[in-house]
């Protein structure tokens, strides 16, 4: 048998895709694990892409048609006040594709990446995949899962990390990062000359407050990396477009990496982004509206049943705690997949301090998110005693 290299055999099984895999072939499973809209692409888009069909036929430049990254530029204007130039973005395969390749870009072998935990489940095998080292601060349910600066000060290791990773609104607590702690994240990257890279994949989906970019902060354009994606805003994650925005001569870095793995984003795609960025607001806020909605009613009704949820400020993920019933998440939702029928997604897939909590994604349909609620609650109320 030829040989797996090491570097693969160490990346964790994840448990999300053997979920996928068995609520999609059981039909009576109630799936709210997914990470993806269930609305369709905006129309428009749809009726543009069957037009432009013949003129995508062609390997795009690298890093993305000028045409997108234009719209980009004037994109990131408007909604995120950062102030950029063409040669300051590189269009991707998916923002995941532009993360990966960012940390490629900026980690040696045996560096730090210094992450949220729970953060979104793909930058622990990212950074093991590039030979760098993970390092955590932890988040607290106590404090809405909000990030304590202090605790980002006290991981640092002047000599060896190179780069923070945030996530606002989070994946996968829905946590909003308030400007002031932005402001003081920001202090911490100049001081220890780190770059930050600002997963933005959720910023238009976002209820109650108001999203900020880090890298419109003053004197942050030498250190953010700002990523974003069409995948959620647009609910087109099967076009797999996403970009990055940065400094011009990492994003020049990325973009020679990028040629050797992907060579091109698809140009099909492309073009629909161009038209999505033209988009009126409406086809976002119909989608707002109705996560909203269903947020409101799946947090009331999980703390109803004793599973104790905050309620997030954005996303399309309810985070909550088994405490309850169980410490043991994998166990708390393999048990529910088999005997409720619901699936979810335990919190040690977003690190160990995920222990003791389940993520919900309300990215469902309403009634199915009843259905589920109901089926749950009588499911724990049987079983309450043999959970642990
Ligand atoms: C926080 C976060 N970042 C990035 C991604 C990657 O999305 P995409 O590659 O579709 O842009 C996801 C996907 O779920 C996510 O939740």
Do not use: W
Request: proline share 5%.
């Amino acid at each position: 048998m030829k040989h797996i290299s090491e570097r693969e055999l160490q990346l964790p099984e994840a448990q999300i895709g053997r979920l996928l895999k068995i609520a999609a072939e059981d039909k009576s499973i109630i799936s709210m694990s997914v990470g993806e809209p269930d609305f369709l692409t905006p129309k428009p888009l749809l009726s543009y892409a069957k037009t432009i069909i013949n003129k995508s036929t062609h390997y795009s430049p690298t890093s993305g048609i000028h045409e997108l990254k234009e719209a980009i530029v004037k994109k990131l204007k408007k909604d995120n006040k950062i102030n950029l130039s063409p040669e300051n973005i590189m269009v991707s395969c998916g923002s995941q594709q532009a993360i990966f390749t960012a940390l490629l870009s900026t980690v040696d072998p045996g560096e730090q990446v210094i992450i949220p935990n729970p953060s979104y489940l793909a930058y622990i095998p990212a950074i093991d995949l590039v030979n760098g080292t993970p390092i955590y601060f932890k988040l607290d349910q106590e404090n809405n899962f909000e990030i304590n600066p202090d605790k980002i000060k006290e991981v640092i290791d002047k000599k060896k990390s190179e780069v923070l990773i945030i996530n606002t609104p989070s994946n996968p607590t829905g946590t909003v990062i308030s400007k002031k702690i932005l402001e003081e994240i920001a202090d911490i990257a100049v001081e220890n000359d780190l770059y930050v890279f600002s997963d933005e994949a959720y910023e238009k989906l976002i209820y109650d407050k108001k999203h900020v970019s880090i890298g419109s902060l003053n004197g942050m354009q030498d250190y953010v990396v700002t990523f974003h994606t069409f995948s959620k805003s647009y609910a087109m994650c099967g076009f797999r477009l996403g970009f990055a925005a940065g400094p011009k001569k990492l994003i020049e870095a990325m973009s020679k990496v990028s040629h050797y793995v992907v060579l091109a984003p698809p140009t099909l795609s492309q073009l629909i982004g161009v038209k999505a960025l033209s988009l009126p607001n409406k086809y976002v806020n119909v989608m707002v509206k109705e996560y909203k909605r269903r947020r409101n009613f799946l947090v009331k009704r999980l703390n109803e049943i004793n599973l104790e949820t905050k309620m997030p400020d954005g996303a399309f993920y309810a985070f909550s705690s088994i405490k309850n019933y169980s410490n043991n998440s994998n166990n708390f939702a393999e048990k529910i997949l088999k005997k409720a029928k619901v699936a979810v997604v335990p919190g040690t897939e977003f690190g160990r301090y995920g222990e003791g909590f389940i993520r919900f994604s309300y990215a469902t349909n309403y009634s199915l998110i009843e259905k589920a609620i109901d089926r749950l609650e009588k499911f724990l109320k049987k079983k309450s005693n043999s959970l642990a």
